[in-house]
């Protein structure tokens, strides 16, 4: 037996067996099987990413759909990064900023490379165009998976923005297969 602080301030005994009663177990076991909202978001992103290029492969009208919707969400995320009040030489405001031009840049080439205006190869303006097309046809991969990185690092509600246009542009880039520009 030990004494435990009462409710009125005095001191009782109390005898313990070892055992606990039922509502710190229920405590304890609740702790194991929560999960985030978070870790649920960044779960259902993954799922998407495996699945969504198979199923939007074969459609031209989804994949403008997925691609207006990056469109929105980098437009939003733009809004987003602009009107935060922070600090502005934070170095994770620095990595947002840096991804958003990244994905603004990307998307002529995603718009050119989804469009049917293949005629634009016969323009004289076609070789300064492939030139600014290359990175992303040799080392499109690359580039926007440190675009979904550099769009994680970012803060506040821009990054949500950030990331998921990053994020619907890895899908459309994977459900486009080799582009043939």
């Known amino acids: 037996?030990?004494?435990?602080p009462d409710a009125v301030g005095g001191m009782t005994m109390a005898r313990t067996n070892g055992r606990m009663n039922s509502t710190s177990q229920l405590v304890g076991q609740e702790a194991w099987f929560r999960a985030r909202p978070k870790f649920l978001v960044g779960c259902a992103a993954v799922v998407a990413v495996l699945f969504l290029p198979e199923v939007i492969a074969h459609s031209r009208i989804v994949k403008e759909a997925v691609l207006l919707l990056a469109v929105l969400a980098i437009l939003i995320g733009w809004w987003l990064l602009l009107r935060d009040s922070g600090s502005k030489t934070n170095w994770r405001t620095v990595t947002a900023f840096i991804a958003s031009v990244y994905l603004v840049a990307s998307l002529p080439?995603?718009?050119?490379?989804?469009?049917?205006?293949k005629w634009f190869i016969q323009h004289p303006w076609h070789s300064l165009f492939s030139m600014?097309?290359?990175?992303?046809?040799r080392w499109g991969y690359i580039f926007i998976y440190?675009?979904?990185?550099?769009?994680l690092l970012g803060r506040g509600r821009a990054r949500i923005a950030f990331v998921t246009g990053s994020v619907l542009l890895m899908v459309l880039r994977q459900a486009m297969g080799t582009w043939v520009f």
């Open 1 to 4: 037996m030990f004494p435990l």
């Open 109 to 117: 080439v995603f718009i050119f490379e989804l469009s049917q205006a």
């Open 132 to 137: 600014y097309a290359l990175p992303w046809i």
């Open 146 to 151: 440190l675009s979904v990185i550099c769009s």
